[in-house]
């Protein structure tokens, strides 16, 4: 079971405990936001399964970059109605095979299926 608890330090910081890690999250963009920590969250979870299959295939791929990006709607519900991940491998070439490979290994990542399957959400009050 994954699980995240998050403490109202100050006003909008906050501090999130998970998995015997701290970090500090800030409301108004002091430091990391909300909304960042999500796009790091399928970032990473796009760079980990980057890795396994440079593993699994055996490709040689050092480093590599993973950027992803959206914008909020203007009106509310507030959301990301689009949000873009862009790979770069650093130099290393694939043929469009394996790119298409990578690319359909990397939408198996357990965050970019979340955000897709678009899960129900129990929220309740102490």
């Not at 998050?6 to 108004?28: P, Q, S, W, Y």
């Not at 396994?52 to 959206?70: G, H, M, P, Q, Y």
């Not at 095979?97 to 309740?124: D, G, W, Y």
Request: with cysteine; net charge negative; glycine share 6%.
């Amino acid at each position: 079971m994954y699980q995240a608890e998050v403490f109202c330090a100050k006003d909008m910081l906050f501090k999130v405990k998970a998995n015997g890690f701290e970090i500090n999250i800030d409301g108004r963009g002091g430091v990391i936001s909300p909304l960042d920590i999500l796009l790091a969250a399928l970032g990473a979870c796009a760079g980990v399964y980057i890795r396994k299959f440079a593993e699994s295939t055996k490709l040689s791929l050092d480093n590599f970059i993973v950027r992803a990006e959206a914008e909020l709607t203007d009106n509310a519900p507030y959301q990301f109605d689009q949000i873009k991940i862009d790979i770069d491998l650093q130099g290393v070439s694939l043929d469009e095979s394996k790119r298409e490979s990578l690319l359909r290994f990397v939408r198996n990542c357990p965050v970019h299926q979340t955000l897709k399957a678009n899960p129900e959400m129990l929220i309740s009050i102490k």
